[in-house]
């Protein structure tokens, strides 16, 4: 089964994050611009949270606040769910299911290098399905 790390390998996209004292309004766009639906949320290096469309819509759009004058920190999910780039997208799965958690920080040494979304884990387990279907194909092909 592929590791986290194939999966960042073969991403795009590259690593977005947004400080805690920017306002939803500012993630918001940010994430609607790189086409995104999380942001890791960063003091210098260090990860403190993240933010995802998820904690817009439940923490600022069904609570009645403003995106333009609620800041990042306010609504920020800051208790982290993270995996390793070692870890298999098995792993992943199981991890998101158990926290009910569509993005997860991936953490080496102590720093954030990506993040993998559901999305994600779902489009490897179905890459590395049609390769066992096909190879199972041929395999009753040629007998």
């Not at 998820?54 to 993270?82: C, F, H, P, W």
């Not at 799965?93 to 993005?103: D, F």
Request: glycine share 6%; proline share 2%.
């Amino acid at each position: 089964m592929k590791s986290v790390k194939d999966i960042l390998r073969n991403k795009v996209s590259g690593i977005f994050t947004i400080v805690p004292n920017a306002t939803v309004l500012t993630a918001i766009e940010l994430m609607a611009e790189k086409n995104i639906g999380s942001l890791l949320v960063m003091e210098g290096d260090k990860l403190v949270g993240i933010i995802t469309e998820r904690d817009y819509s439940r923490k600022v759009i069904l609570a009645g606040k403003s995106s333009s004058n609620t800041l990042v920190k306010e609504i920020m999910t800051q208790k982290l769910v993270v995996i390793q780039p070692g870890s298999t997208i098995e792993e992943c799965m199981v991890l998101m299911i158990e926290n009910s958690v569509r993005y997860l920080p991936v953490i080496e040494e102590g720093k954030a290098i990506g993040v993998i979304s559901i999305g994600n884990v779902v489009n490897s387990i179905i890459s590395e399905q049609n390769i066992v279907i096909n190879n199972l194909q041929q395999y009753i092909m040629q007998g």
